[in-house]
């Protein structure tokens, strides 16, 4: 029997958000609960420090420089315009040119569907293009009636955007139908000025019930109640905006979590200056300036990823009371992570780091097919051809990630920024130990030893290059980004 296949993903969250992960203060039993029956990595390593490539790595098994999506702003490139009328509002399919994941799980038998946010194609491009996570054409109520088909997934519940003037998608829509005085609100100007001098750091105006963590909690509750979740397999894709910032949770939960103890920072501004020239030298003036912003940033935070448990909960109660929990596979992570106060800095950008990279990973496999350590790295590519041994389906040719069911004793995590509008162009690899990066025009180096200096304060490149590990990381990087590199993949950019 085809195992079902859950996929949790979250939006912008650290590893040390969880308690099962060594954070004393955050209050998350139902992921906690979820890491005791599985595996919890230690080392999972995203493929990209910002959304959209990583995201397309997810679904692809590939890195950027095979599918296309250097930064945000690129939409996963279309394999073939099918089946649409040349009139039709909504495009047509959208199927990329590599292969996705519920593409290739639905034509092997599994009902494909997605609640919450995707984001592989670009929110902010010109309506015309008429992707169907264009916040443009929700506005205008373009996509109220469309559900898919859309890159494999039969069907679609969007939820766009984070906090809540800009969330647009099904959830908008249901919120207005369902709340319409707090969906009003989201309309109307602040109450209170944003707090610490962070313009994006605020008590929520949706309570807790109605807030799209709920919601998409709630929606795939309602699914595995569903006669089409017991008469063949499915893939589940169930992901939420949150902790991204706006830091905004509900407000009862922001002042719940005002007097909560937090996970203090580590690594400070004054350690930037042992990076290299890429890295900015300073941190942000925002919150250099208010030493109270890290503290109620990192309680928000918290307070978003309780909510998120608690969504979390609802679904795995609900897979075992229909039937479903013996027969799913579950995976729980993030498609990057955060600063939130590490280097005087906060949100995310182009440079690969720990803070940013490093996320949390639970996989929960009912038939314990996976034996890896839990230190053993492991990358967002990898997890693509995981999913389809798992669930018995032959794995496509020249994907860049390797299988959790192969027994590699020096598995290898990279990450490759290779492309966008801020940040220099850098190469990365990680092994169990260490982090080792490249920045090509410069020609720079950084390593660190994570046995040692698990916040990168310390860069040991000097020391690190004597060391024959240092030409075998080297030499790996090279080949596996040489491997990677697909001149014909198709992209475009539309921003």
């Known amino acids: 029997m085809k195992p079902n296949i859950l996929w949790i993903c979250t939006d912008q969250q650290r590893f040390d958000s969880l308690g099962c992960n060594g954070n004393p203060h955050a209050v998350t039993p139902?992921?906690?609960?979820?890491?005791?029956?599985?595996?919890?990595?230690?080392?999972?390593?995203?493929?990209?420090?910002v959304c959209m490539p990583s995201r397309a790595s997810f679904f692809t098994g590939s890195h950027a420089s095979r599918h296309g999506v250097y930064t945000n702003g690129i939409p996963l490139a279309n394999r073939a315009y099918v089946a649409a009328a040349p009139d039709s509002p909504y495009?047509?399919?959208?199927?990329?040119?590599?292969?996705?994941?519920?593409?290739?799980?639905?034509?092997?038998?599994?009902?494909?569907?997605?609640?919450?946010?995707?984001?592989?194609?670009?929110?902010?491009?010109?309506?015309?293009?008429?992707?169907?996570?264009?916040?443009?054409?929700?506005k205008e109520g373009?996509?109220?009636?469309?559900?898919?088909?859309?890159?494999?997934?039969?069907?679609?519940?969007?939820?766009?955007?984070?906090?809540?003037?800009?969330?647009?998608?099904?959830?908008?829509?249901?919120?207005?139908?369902?709340?319409?005085?707090?969906?009003?609100?989201?309309?109307?100007?602040?109450?209170?000025?944003?707090?610490?001098g962070i313009s994006d750091l605020y008590p929520g105006r949706i309570p807790a019930e109605w807030h799209n963590s709920t919601w998409i909690g709630n929606q795939a509750a309602a699914f595995f109640e569903s006669p089409e979740a017991q008469d063949k397999p499915f893939f589940m894709w169930m992901s939420f905006p949150d902790p991204h910032h706006p830091f905004t949770p509900p407000a009862e939960l922001a002042e719940e979590f005002r007097g909560h103890a937090y996970l203090k920072p580590t690594a400070t501004e004054a350690d930037l200056a042992d990076k290299p020239s890429a890295w900015p030298k300073a941190g942000m003036a925002a919150v250099v300036d208010n030493p109270e912003a890290?503290?109620?940033?990192?309680?928000?935070?918290?307070?978003?990823?309780?909510?998120?448990?608690?969504?979390?909960?609802h679904a795995v109660q609900s897979l075992k009371e229909n039937g479903l929990w013996e027969n799913t596979v579950i995976l729980f992570t993030s498609d990057h992570g955060d600063f939130l106060g590490e280097y005087g800095r906060i949100r995310k950008c182009g440079l690969p780091c720990n803070a940013l990279n490093h996320v949390p990973f639970i996989l929960r496999d009912p038939a314990r097919r996976i034996q890896l350590p839990a230190r053993a790295?492991?990358?967002?590519?990898?997890?693509?051809?995981?999913?389809?041994?798992?669930?018995?389906?032959?794995?496509?040719?020249?994907?860049?990630?390797?299988?959790?069911?192969?027994?590699?004793?020096?598995?290898r995590a990279m990450i490759q920024c290779i492309g966008g509008n801020y940040e220099e162009r850098s190469l990365t690899i990680y092994d169990e130990r260490y982090r080792l990066t490249w920045f090509m025009e410069r020609d720079e180096w950084e390593a660190y030893d994570h046995d040692q200096d698990p916040y990168e304060r310390?860069?040991?490149?000097?020391?690190?290059?004597?060391?024959?590990?240092?030409?075998?990381?080297?030499?790996?990087?090279?080949?596996r980004h040489a491997y990677a590199s697909d001149p014909q993949s198709g992209r475009f950019s539309c921003w």
């Not at 918290?302 to 909960?313: E, P, T």
């Not at 310390?458 to 080949?479: H, K, P, V, W, Y």
């Open 30 to 49: 139902h992921l906690d609960a979820l890491a005791e029956e599985g595996i919890r990595f230690d080392r999972f390593i995203t493929a990209h420090p």
């Open 142 to 196: 373009v996509f109220d009636d469309w559900h898919g088909p859309y890159y494999g997934f039969e069907h679609v519940d969007l939820t766009l955007h984070h906090g809540e003037s800009t969330v647009y998608g099904h959830y908008r829509n249901w919120l207005r139908e369902q709340a319409p005085e707090i969906e009003a609100r989201l309309s109307e100007p602040m109450d209170e000025m944003p707090l610490a």
């Open 377 to 411: 790295p492991v990358s967002g590519v990898d997890l693509f051809p995981t999913l389809l041994e798992l669930a018995g389906v032959e794995v496509p040719p020249r994907v860049d990630g390797s299988s959790l069911l192969d027994d590699q004793p020096d598995r």
């Open 458 to 479: 310390q860069n040991c490149i000097d020391t690190f290059r004597q060391t024959g590990a240092f030409s075998c990381l080297r030499n790996e990087l090279m080949e």
């Open 294 to 313: 890290i503290p109620m940033i990192r309680r928000y935070t918290d307070a978003q990823v309780h909510l998120i448990d608690r969504a979390v909960g």
């Open 91 to 138: 495009g047509p399919p959208l199927e990329s040119h590599i292969e996705t994941l519920p593409e290739i799980l639905a034509v092997n038998g599994y009902h494909t569907r997605s609640v919450g946010k995707l984001h592989l194609t670009p929110t902010q491009a010109a309506p015309e293009l008429k992707h169907p996570e264009n916040h443009w054409l929700w």
